[in-house]
T-cell receptor
Framework: GENVEQHPSTLSVQEGDSAVIKCTYS??????FPWYKQELGKRPQLIID?????GEKKDQRIAVTLNKTAKHFSLHITETQPEDSAVYFC????????????FGKGTLLTVNP | GAVVSQHPSRVICKSGTSVKIECRSL??????MFWYRQFPKQSLMLMAT?????????EQGVEKDKFLINHASLTLSTLTVTSAHPEDSSFYIC?????????????FGPGTRLTVL
């Protein structure tokens, strides 16, 4: 089955700096890669996603890049703000009949004012 | 759009009792619903996948007789934890996907915190 590795497990940045979280996946058939933000005790919220026919996608301060050859994808947050502090999860889906997501272990991002 | 609700948000029960959790897609018809369990400071672990009108597909290591899933309609799935024990205490989260939104995009419910005494 799919295996998703996520690094780092914790990341602390100063407000205004950029944050980068990286993930690798094992199944070359995976073709959908979402990123979720989860605040303590709350539901995971989809913040951006990318499909394998695209190399990069941007939405305001958030961008995701995908390298299919190397089987890795990254989340980039620019001009970080304290409200960006949360746990971020990457995930990969191989499509098929049920579109299961395999999640990384998560990154606790702390943005210091 | 793509709102998923879950009920109850929090439940405390005695060991040996059964607990039912409901997951509803409020503004779309969910092709597929997923049930996850999340322990403190850990990632989401998929328990099972369910499609309306068919039996759920359980992940390896998840007891189907203990975690009963019913997906009676395109907007409702239920998870029943039978004969709950303290080790079943966890945060249970459902998600739903639809063909309209892109079948691989999952929208999550707010979760149910289960505490078994």
């Amino acid at each position: 089955g799919e295996n998703v590795e996520q690094h780092p497990s914790t990341l602390s940045v100063q407000e205004g700096d950029s944050a980068v979280i990286k993930c690798t996946y094992s199944d070359s058939a995976s073709n959908y890669f979402p990123w979720y933000k989860q605040e303590l005790g709350k539901r995971p919220q989809l913040i951006i996603d990318i499909r394998s026919n695209v190399g990069e996608k941007k939405d305001q301060r958030i961008a995701v890049t995908l390298n299919k050859t190397a089987k890795h994808f990254s989340l980039h947050i620019t001009e970080t703000q304290p409200e960006d502090s949360a746990v971020y999860f990457c995930a990969a889906s191989g499509g098929g009949s049920n579109y299961k997501l395999t999640f990384g272990k998560g990154t606790l991002l702390t943005v210091n004012p | 759009g793509a709102v998923v609700s879950q009920h109850p948000s929090r439940v405390i029960c005695k060991s040996g009792t059964s607990v039912k959790i409901e997951c509803r897609s409020l503004d779309f018809q969910a092709t597929t619903m997923f049930w996850y369990r999340q322990f403190p400071k850990q990632s989401l672990m998929l328990m099972a996948t369910s499609n309306e009108g068919s039996k759920a597909t359980y992940e390896q290591g998840v007891e189907k007789d203990k975690f009963l899933i019913n997906h009676a309609s395109l907007t409702l799935s239920t998870l029943t934890v039978t004969s709950a024990h303290p080790e079943d205490s966890s945060f249970y989260i459902c998600s739903a996907s639809s063909l309209r939104a892109g079948a691989d995009t999952q929208y999550f419910g707010p979760g149910t915190r289960l505490t078994v005494l």
